[in-house]
T-cell receptor
């Protein structure tokens, strides 16, 4: 079945810097790759997603890129702010496209 | 976010007891999911349901039972709680399977 690996597990940046989180997946049939942000004590919230027929998608300061050949996708956050501090999870569709497999999360800390 | 709720939000129970966690959504989403979140493991799927009376196992289903008699409700039962089931449990729903899942606020369960 699908396996998703996520790196790094923790990432510390200074306010204003960029942050990049990377994920790899194993099932070449996966076609949907969402990213979730989870603030401390809160629920995971969908912040951006990308389909397999698109190479890049942007939404203000966040962007996601997908390399289907290498089976990896990345989250890019530019001009980071303290409120970007959270745990970020990537995910990919599992066989049958009815469910997701999540990575183990990246804790992002943005220092003022 | 008020469209998906979970109860109770916090629960302490003893080993061997049966406990049921409730999930309710008002979006009429056909898909509903139960995940557990543990440090270092991210979000792992316990069970999911594609529609009323249709359920299927996820990767960590042992010791859990689900039912779905109504589209809007998806209760999760721990038949005989064990300490290893101490976790934060999240319910999610989606109109389209793996795509655009929205999470409830979570239930923190402690088994003593």
């Amino acid at each position: 079945g699908e396996n998703v690996e996520q790196h790094p597990s923790t990432l510390s940046v200074q306010e204003g810097d960029s942050a990049v989180i990377k994920c790899t997946y194993s099932d070449s049939a996966s076609n949907y790759f969402p990213w979730y942000k989870q603030e401390l004590g809160k629920r995971p919230q969908l912040i951006i997603d990308i389909r397999s027929n698109v190479g890049e998608k942007k939404d203000q300061r966040i962007a996601v890129t997908l390399n289907k050949t290498a089976k990896h996708f990345s989250l890019h956050i530019t001009e980071t702010q303290p409120e970007d501090s959270a745990v970020y999870f990537c995910a990919a569709t599992a066989t049958g496209f009815q469910k997701l497999v999540f990575g183990t999360g990246t804790r992002l800390l943005v220092s003022p | 976010d008020a469209g998906i709720t979970q109860s109770p939000r916090y629960k302490i129970t003893e080993t061997g007891r049966q406990v049921t966690l409730m999930c309710h959504q008002t979006w009429s989403h056909s898909y509903m999911f139960w995940y557990r979140q543990d440090l270092g493991h991210g979000l792992r799927l316990i069970y999911y349901s594609a529609a009323a009376d249709i359920t299927d196992k996820g990767e960590v289903s042992d010791g859990y039972v689900v039912s779905r008699s109504k589209t809007e409700n998806f209760p999760l039962t721990l038949e005989s709680a064990t300490r290893s089931q101490t976790s934060v449990y999240f319910c999610a729903s989606s109109g389209r399977g793996a795509y655009e899942q929205y999470f409830g606020p979570g239930t923190r369960l402690t088994v003593t």
